[in-house]
């Protein structure tokens, strides 16, 4: 029985680690729970960091644009405002 | 019993994934560091990039998992072919199914074509098959070394590599089922697709003289096998001398048309300005006053011998690398020593064709400490490398010619 469980065990943590991209951690911060749940819908949040530090408040304003407008993401205005604050704070350059 | 699959469903399902197409990277952990990284990266991207590796792939370098853009590290480019299992991995959304090769079809069709058909695996492999050593290459390689930065992937050097592809003509696919006289563009469609079905999905027109060149294909295999899944199993477009973005994966496809191609990534992506690249190759129908799609490769070169600030022993050193272009071929391979004021021509290599990338290699005598070694090419038509950036909104075409520094001690 012990046995069986434990490789029960076993085949769901490795099913679990193959199955899973590695859990990005961005900058906790207000907003942070928009951008997880809305932006990480359709992309890794590590598109966050790697365009980092280099945007400006007008460049993270274009890229949430974009992912609205262009690519089509169900985003609130009020939302989306609070996301891309929560970029331009932590993501950002002035 | 709970079978793997049964537990990758519900993986896939807990992460609210379209389709239940969950893309499995982390098959390996996650290494910390990635050696060579170019210092010229945006912080961010050195801080996030790992070595991992996909399945069916060694570690590459991780920019992003979910669409997975994984590039190639330097060591693979030190043959002019480059490994499956190393090749990069680009792609733009996220649903990317696992295709049955069993069940795979092409469909061939369109407005444009007088009739339709659709072809199997099988069907492919039993028309005339056609070989052609290419080099794949992103068309955003190298932005991540753009200053000022530009948003995007942030690729290094290794959105690159070159393969024999061998597959199916194009121009015989497209014969079978006759191709009008005014049809302008063949537009290409793979198995992969969005998210969230109001994103647009990816779609690209190629002109129609293009489609019908000998070189183009519809590629079944890559150095001898089957592509490996993330570099578009079962079939891909192969699209010699030009960006990537062309060489659909995962084809399943062809539509002739005789209008110009609407969708988002032909008028509104992939595009440079007019007249700051000296290009030939145009893309006449998808043209507008101020800008065009992204056509040929520009030339370009790597140094692969060594990373920027290895340690050498004083003396005689062989630095080398590959260089490609836009299928012109490559005339020769350039080296300064003087920071660009005199040039020596390096040795070239084995030669694979026009389209592949061509080894070079140069002799120099490393004094001790600082040693700094510039490549340049050029090509047969006369392109060639810039001593600095051409700036464009996207970050396409980063041709600016390598300095490397060697430590010699």
């Known amino acids: 029985m012990r046995k069986t469980v434990l490789t029960l065990l076993a085949a769901l943590l490795s099913a679990a680690a193959f199955a899973d991209e590695q859990p990005i951690d961005l900058k906790k911060a207000p907003g942070l729970d928009l951008v997880e749940g809305n932006c990480a819908a359709c992309h890794s949040l590590d598109y966050v960091q790697m365009n980092s530090p280099f945007l400006n408040a007008a460049g993270w304003d274009a890229e949430v644009s974009k992912m609205i407008k262009l690519f089509g993401a169900p985003i609130s205005d009020e939302d989306a405002k609070k996301i891309a604050d929560y970029l331009k704070v932590n993501y950002g350059v002035n | ?409």
């Open chain 2, 1 to 409: 019993m709970i079978s793997r699959r049964n537990l990758l469903e519900t993986a896939g399902a807990t992460m609210a994934l379209a389709g239940g197409h969950a893309v499995f990277p982390g098959l390996l952990a996650a290494e910390p560091a990635v050696p060579n990284l170019p210092a010229a990266l945006p912080q961010g991207t050195r801080n996030e990039v790992v070595l991992d590796a996909l399945p069916g792939k060694k570690p590459l370098i991780k920019l992003t998992y979910r669409p997975p853009n994984f590039e190639t590290p330097l060591e693979y480019f030190r043959t002019p072919l480059t490994p499956n299992e190393a090749f990069f991995v680009r792609y733009h959304l996220a649903d990317i199914p696992e295709v049955d090769a069993a069940k795979w079809k092409l469909a061939v069709g369109g407005e444009g074509a007088n009739g339709e058909a659709t072809f199997t695996l099988d069907d492919l492999k039993k028309m005339p098959s056609a070989e052609v050593a290419a080099v794949n290459m992103c068309s955003g390689n190298r932005r991540g070394l753009f200053e000022p930065h530009v948003p995007g992937v942030e690729w290094g050097y290794g959105a690159m590599g070159c393969a024999r592809w061998r597959g199916a003509r194009l121009k015989d696919i497209l014969d079978k089922v006759g191709i009008k006289k005014n049809a302008i563009e063949i537009v290409l469609d793979g198995a992969d697709g969005p998210v969230f079905d109001k994103t647009p999905k990816f779609v690209k027109s190629i002109p129609i003289a293009k489609a019908m060149e000998e070189n183009a294909l519809v590629a079944y295999e890559m150095n001898g096998q089957p592509l490996p899944h993330f570099n578009g199993f079962p079939a891909r477009v192969i699209i010699p001398g030009w960006a990537g973005v062309y060489w659909m994966k995962h084809i399943v496809s062809l539509r002739a048309v005789t209008q110009p191609f609407d969708g988002y990534w032909m008028k509104s992506a992939y595009r440079i300005p007019i007249g700051k690249f000296p290009i030939v190759a145009r893309f006449v129908s998808q043209e507008t006053e101020v800008n065009t799609p992204i056509t040929e490769l520009v030339p370009n070169s790597l140094i692969t011998s060594h990373a920027d600030g290895a340690k050498v022993k004083a003396g005689r050193v062989t630095v080398g690398g590959i260089a490609w272009d836009g299928g012109y071929g490559i005339r020769t391979v350039e080296v300064s020593r003087d920071s660009g004021n005199t040039w020596t021509s390096a040795k070239l290599g084995e030669d694979l064709g026009r389209f592949a990338f061509r080894p070079w290699s140069y002799d120099l005598v490393a004094k001790p400490g600082k040693n700094t070694v510039m490549a340049r090419t050029a090509n047969v038509i006369g392109q060639t490398q810039v001593a600095s950036l051409i700036l464009n909104p996207a970050g396409y075409h980063n041709n600016v010619m390598q300095t490397l520094t060697l430590n010699a001690a």
